[in-house]
């Protein structure tokens, strides 16, 4: 789970730590073009990333009764798209950025795709001594290769019965700390069955139910080391959080069933680069940038479920799909009693 949770906060910070003197050229460029390229760069990873955490928030809309559990460890990932891996980057919508062979735009990588061949921009700024000056730089490709297709993200879940049909959820992903990494993630959701609420309810084949979940990953990676740039207190943080709400329908079999669903995400996602920048050229160096920027991308998509449950005693496992932006997969290994 640990590499799963380190990958999950990687897309956060490739923009930062992958060229390190292309940033320090971006950064040199202004921070107003080094906002809007880390902004569409990373849109497509943390919007990914939205989509792949809210997976397997339920398995069945049978709403367990009072006192009835269930503990699950849940895997989940969202599929990349070919149109997620690239994007149109204009030079039109930048002040110092252009490319050498006068092209006014080119599709080049986000986070998630790669540059083959590679791309390389021209970069303009104002030397203190020497005036304008031109340097060219490769731009960032993204995580892996063209061909890394998931977003994965991982937690541990519970579920309790209360009564009436309704059931409470939470889920978490323990708090990771390195050197340079914390990472944490927490949600909560209340699903409530209706056909409970019916007469004939234990003669019903299927159950309906719904259910509002909260999902917030809370995340920093100390860039002092690593940036390639001087100064003091570097580091990204990034807040993500989600609802989704979800109407659900399920068999009541007692071995195998299967269910399926109608929902809808939205969510925010939320990068500031923080700290002191110092942008160097040789023995030069340009006024401290403080906290440059802040990006920012959001979701909001419906998306469809369908999913099958094996139950074999307190062992239950199931998988499903969700079809959406960013169609995600996911299995779950669940114990519990009812």
Not at 290 to 306: K, Q, W, Y
Request: charge should be negative.
């Amino acid at each position: 789970m640990k590499k799963i949770t380190l990958f999950m906060l990687l897309c956060l910070v490739t923009i930062t730590t992958k060229a390190q003197s292309d940033i320090d050229a971006l950064l040199a460029a202004g921070v107003d073009d080094a906002e809007r390229f880390a902004n569409d760069y990373l849109a497509p990873g943390t919007n990914g990333l939205m989509h792949s955490m809210n997976a397997n928030w339920f398995n069945t809309a049978d709403a367990k009764p009072l006192g009835g559990f269930e503990i699950s460890v849940i895997v989940n990932a969202a599929s990349v798209k070919d149109e997620s891996k690239m994007f149109d980057l204009n030079v039109a919508d930048y002040s110092n950025i252009s490319f050498s062979d006068s092209s006014t735009s080119k599709s080049v990588a986000t986070v998630l795709g790669e540059n083959d061949p590679a791309v390389f921009v021209e970069v303009e700024y104002e030397d203190p001594i020497f005036g304008n000056q031109t340097e060219s730089i490769e731009l960032p490709t993204g995580i892996g290769d063209g061909s890394a297709n998931l977003l994965p993200t991982a937690f541990i879940q519970g579920a309790l019965g209360l009564s009436k049909g309704i059931e409470v959820k939470a889920r978490f992903v323990p708090k990771i700390e390195t050197d340079d990494v914390s990472l944490s993630m927490y949600g909560a959701g209340l699903q409530v069955e209706f056909t409970k609420w019916l007469p004939a309810d234990k003669l019903l084949p299927v159950a309906i139910s719904g259910l509002v979940a909260y999902t917030h990953i809370d995340g920093s990676y100390d860039l002092t080391e690593s940036s390639g740039i001087s100064g003091e207190n570097q580091r990204i943080e990034n807040k993500t959080s989600t609802l989704l709400l979800q109407l659900i329908a399920s068999t009541k079999l007692p071995v195998i069933n299967f269910y399926g669903g109608l929902g809808y995400i939205k969510g925010t996602s939320e990068s500031d680069l923080l700290g002191t920048y110092r942008v160097t050229n040789g023995v030069l160096t340009s006024e401290p940038i403080v906290d440059p920027f802040s990006i920012s991308s959001e979701v909001a998509s419906v998306r469809g479920t369908i999913g099958t449950k094996l139950k074999l005693g307190f062992f239950r496992l199931n998988a499903e799909y969700h079809l959406s932006e960013f169609d995600a997969f996911s299995i779950g290994v669940n114990f519990g009693f009812r």
